[in-house]
């Protein structure tokens, strides 16, 4: 299943310390839990995985992490 897959991928990135491939993995993690009604869910894989980066417009990912992110935050 695509939600195994990506755990898989995020723990991965973890043992190699990628973050940068963590990041991606836990967000299109996140979006699929967003997308099921999963909120709780999307905002805490997303928020651990972007912890320790910081906040930069260089890096696609994380400007759209932390948008995402406090999207989740207003929805709780």
Known sequence: MAEEAFLTAIAVAQQQMAKSFELRAALVLAKLYQSTG???D???????ALEGF???PEIPEIVEGQEL???L???N
């Open 69 to 71: 992110l406090a999207t």
């Open 54 to 56: 910081p906040p930069t």
């Open 42 to 48: 999307a905002q805490a894989v997303l928020a651990a």
């Open 38 to 40: 999963r909120a709780v």
């Open 73 to 75: 935050e207003k929805l």
